[in-house]
T-cell receptor
Framework: GAGVSQSPSNKVTEKGKDVELRCDPISGHTALYWYRQSLGQGLEFLIY????????KSGLPSDRFSAERTGGSVSTLTIQRTQQEDSAVYLC?????????????FGPGTRLTVL | AQRVTQPEKLLSVFKGAPVELKCNYSYSGSPELFWYVQYSRQRLQLLLR??SRESIKGFTADLNKGETSFHLKKPFAQEEDSAMYYC???????FGSGTQLTVLP
């Protein structure tokens, strides 16, 4: 079946603009994660959704970042008033649950460039 | 705070040589550790998890609680092993900064 998909694959924006990044998880997966992959910084956890529970937002770097997950499926990561330091690859992942043996399946990422 | 450390950003070995990618963690509870791999122009994917005690593509990783390590090893590296490797702890899936492995012909 289809894996995790993300759109757009690339996004170039001007400093100060808002952007929305979309993630379509694997059907039936209850857990969804957003990460940021910066050059030389590894992967940084941003936010986590599990079913109908309140999301874990502890990784969001500032209040300019927010995310929603509608209907327990598609998720949107929104960055307001983008800054140059927001430039990175944003990865989405989903898993069947958050059990001990869960495997996270990653999307191809969205490369965000803020000019 | 939970932390996963990969001290080597870059690692090069020759084909057929043994390879060890280092990972150290700090976590107060029972660790749940993974290795993820990202081949060139491919998605990040799970390589192995410590709880399964599995060997994938010839790679193994042993959890050493005394040294708080979870190093990834392969006795004979192959060129197709060249990739970025990330050690991760379950929690919020805390990732290390990654090690770029290059296997030279």
């Amino acid at each position: 079946g289809a894996g995790v998909s993300q759109s757009p694959s690339n996004k170039v924006t001007e400093k100060g603009k808002d952007v929305e990044l979309r993630c379509d998880p694997i059907s039936g997966h209850t857990a969804l994660y957003w990460y940021r992959q910066s050059l030389g910084q590894g992967l940084e956890f941003l936010i986590y959704f599990q079913g109908n529970s309140a999301p874990d937002k502890s990784g969001l770097p500032s209040d300019r970042f927010s995310a929603e997950r509608t209907g327990g499926s598609v998720s949107t990561l929104t960055i307001q008033r983008t800054q140059q330091e927001d430039s990175a690859v944003y990865l989405c992942a989903s898993s069947a649950d958050r059990g001990v043996n869960n495997e996270q399946f990653f999307g191809p990422g969205t490369r965000l460039t803020v000019l | 705070a939970q932390r996963v450390t990969q001290p080597e950003k870059l690692l090069s070995v020759f084909k057929g040589a043994p390879v060890e990618l280092k990972c150290n963690y700090s976590y107060s509870g029972s660790p749940e550790l993974f290795w993820y791999v990202q081949y060139s122009r491919q998605r990040l994917q799970l390589l192995l998890r410590h709880i399964s005690r599995e060997s994938i593509k010839g790679f193994t990783a042993d959890l050493n609680k005394g040294e708080t390590s979870f190093h990834l090893k392969k006795p004979f590296a192959q060129e197709e092993d060249s990739a970025m490797y990330y050690c991760a702890h379950r929690g919020q899936l805390t990732f290390g900064s990654g090690t770029q492995l290059t296997v030279l012909p």
